[in-house]
């Protein structure tokens, strides 16, 4: 239950039909993983998860084993990738829930082999993926160099070594992370695709199967020019392509100048809240913290119960706006933790208890985490997952 009028409406049939679409995209052949790291990307892991599944996601990705155990508790079926690695004290309870962990450190190896031998698992029952670094130099096993270096297979080598006969570990998956996710007409350094091939090769060399290669996020899948090359690398092993989309799942794709078709993808999320206060004051006066509001005529202000500790980027003191009545306000000084002021002097007609909309649509306008991210100077990713813990997510339609 829920009193406070600020809450996220999560609407489950665009959240479908987002999936069905990408999966389209990635082809008949390759599987589909739904990536809900970060509560979802603020949507909302317990409300998202059941969704994508339902819809036919393959598998879910998730950045840690908190969310794992969360995600495992409501008794979903598929694959959770941990893309995160594994920290001390972690293994154990990955294994327990069957989370399958993202590795690349030795260290990890030691945690889940040790973990495995606690719980009594061996022969490879415990499926884990390596992660190579071509070059987003974040996390993996770094292979970045030409073919034949010796000092960057050495430690491929060496990591790909520990998934002997005796090991309690099987390497099921190999992925790699793409540097360029945000914008769609920047391609990937194609020196990424062209390691991440080398890296397949000396693991199939050193006689490993893996079941699964999997890379690229919604800017791949929705850019497309390197599905095909991805799957043959795939093929090539014998492996399963998959892809990774995140963002393009919750509507929003990564922006792009090119000609690609994007319009069966919807936004799933709509925050909204009410106002909860209403007052006039005159020329000259002003609002909010160190007055930095101040009218030049009679004005007419509508308070909302939510703030920076909603979500509502402080940034956006004087400059964002909301929807209320269908038309746009906007915020009237700085925006408080727990408050923000918004100028509806135009807007006559405004009521106590009005529904107003922070994030998404109202009668025919709408306001997208790329608009605020454009106002504040960041990405969509950071306004959608910006958005606290403390506002609920309710399923819609
Ligand atoms: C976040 C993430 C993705 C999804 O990226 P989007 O740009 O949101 O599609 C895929 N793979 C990894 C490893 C990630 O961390």
């Given at each position: 239950m829920?009193?406070?009028?600020?809450w996220?409406?999560?609407?489950r049939q665009?959240?479908?039909?987002?999936?069905?679409?990408?999966?389209?995209?990635?082809?008949?052949?390759?599987?589909?993983?739904?990536?809900?790291?970060?509560?979802?990307?603020?949507?909302?892991?317990m409300?998202?998860?059941?969704?994508?599944?339902?819809?036919?996601?393959?598998?879910?990705?998730?950045?840690s084993?908190d969310e794992g155990?969360?995600?495992?508790?409501?008794?979903?079926?598929?694959?959770i990738?941990?893309?995160?690695?594994?920290?001390?004290?972690?293994?154990?309870?990955?294994?327990?829930?069957?989370?399958?962990p993202v590795?690349?450190?030795?260290f990890?190896l030691?945690?889940l082999?040790a973990?495995?031998?606690?719980?009594?698992?061996?022969g490879?029952?415990?499926?884990?993926?390596?992660e190579?670094?071509?070059?987003?130099s974040r996390?993996?096993?770094?292979?970045?160099?030409?073919?034949?270096?010796?000092?960057?297979s050495?430690?491929?080598?060496?990591?790909?070594?520990?998934f002997?006969s005796?090991?309690?570990l099987?390497?099921?998956?190999?992925?790699?992370?793409?540097?360029?996710p945000?914008?769609?007409?920047?391609?990937?350094p194609?020196?990424?695709?062209?390691?991440?091939?080398?890296?397949l090769?000396?693991?199939?060399?050193m006689?490993?199967?893996p079941?699964?290669?999997?890379?690229?996020?919604?800017a791949?899948?929705?850019?497309g020019?390197d599905?095909a090359?991805?799957?043959?690398?795939?093929?090539?092993?014998g492996?399963?392509l998959?892809?990774?989309?995140?963002?393009?799942?919750?509507?929003?794709?990564?922006r792009?100048?090119?000609?690609?078709?994007?319009d069966?993808?919807?936004?799933?999320?709509t925050?909204?809240?009410?106002?909860?206060s209403?007052?006039e004051?005159?020329?000259?006066?002003?609002?909010?913290?160190?007055s930095?509001?101040?009218?030049?005529?009679?004005s007419?202000?509508a308070l909302?119960p939510?703030?920076?500790a909603?979500?509502?980027?402080?940034l956006?003191?004087?400059?964002?706006?909301?929807?209320?009545?269908?038309?746009?306000?906007?915020?009237?000084?700085?925006?408080?933790?727990?408050?923000?002021?918004?100028?509806?002097?135009?807007?006559r007609?405004?009521?106590?208890g009005?529904?107003v909309?922070?994030?998404?649509?109202?009668?025919?306008l709408?306001?997208?985490?790329?608009?605020i991210?454009?106002?504040?100077g960041t990405?969509p990713?950071e306004?959608l997952?910006?958005?606290?813990?403390?506002?609920p997510?309710?399923?819609?339609?």
């Amino acid at each position: 239950m829920f009193t406070r009028p600020v809450w996220v409406e999560i609407s489950r049939q665009k959240l479908t039909q987002n999936l069905t679409r990408l999966r389209a995209l990635a082809g008949g052949r390759a599987g589909v993983m739904a990536v809900v790291k970060a509560n979802a990307y603020g949507h909302g892991l317990m409300q998202c998860a059941p969704l994508v599944i339902a819809a036919g996601a393959d598998w879910i990705g998730i950045t840690s084993v908190d969310e794992g155990v969360r995600a495992r508790a409501m008794s979903l079926d598929p694959p959770i990738l941990i893309m995160s690695g594994v920290w001390r004290g972690e293994a154990e309870a990955a294994l327990e829930h069957a989370l399958t962990p993202v590795v690349w450190e030795h260290f990890h190896l030691d945690l889940l082999e040790a973990a495995a031998q606690k719980l009594g698992l061996r022969g490879g029952s415990v499926p884990v993926h390596l992660e190579i670094d071509t070059g987003m130099s974040r996390q993996g096993v770094r292979f970045t160099r030409p073919p034949g270096d010796t000092e960057g297979s050495a430690a491929l080598r060496g990591i790909l070594e520990r998934f002997h006969s005796g090991s309690a570990l099987r390497l099921e998956g190999i992925m790699t992370h793409f540097s360029a996710p945000e914008v769609l007409d920047d391609a990937h350094p194609p020196s990424q695709i062209g390691f991440f091939a080398e890296a397949l090769r000396v693991a199939y060399a050193m006689g490993l199967r893996p079941q699964w290669v999997s890379a690229g996020n919604s800017a791949t899948l929705l850019a497309g020019r390197d599905i095909a090359s991805l799957q043959s690398l795939a093929d090539t092993i014998g492996a399963r392509l998959l892809l990774r989309p995140g963002l393009s799942l919750y509507g929003y794709p990564p922006r792009f100048t090119g000609e690609v078709d994007l319009d069966r993808l919807h936004q799933v999320l709509t925050w909204k809240t009410r106002v909860t206060s209403l007052r006039e004051i005159g020329a000259g006066e002003s609002a909010g913290y160190n007055s930095t509001f101040r009218t030049d005529r009679k004005s007419r202000l509508a308070l909302l119960p939510c703030g920076y500790a909603d979500g509502v980027n402080r940034l956006l003191s004087n400059r964002g706006s909301v929807l209320v009545r269908g038309q746009r306000a906007t915020i009237a000084g700085r925006v408080s933790m727990d408050q923000t002021i918004i100028d509806v002097t135009d807007l006559r007609e405004v009521e106590i208890g009005d529904e107003v909309v922070l994030i998404g649509s109202q009668g025919g306008l709408s306001i997208t985490a790329y608009e605020i991210a454009d106002q504040i100077g960041t990405i969509p990713y950071e306004v959608l997952c910006g958005i606290n813990q403390r506002v609920p997510r309710v399923l819609v339609d």
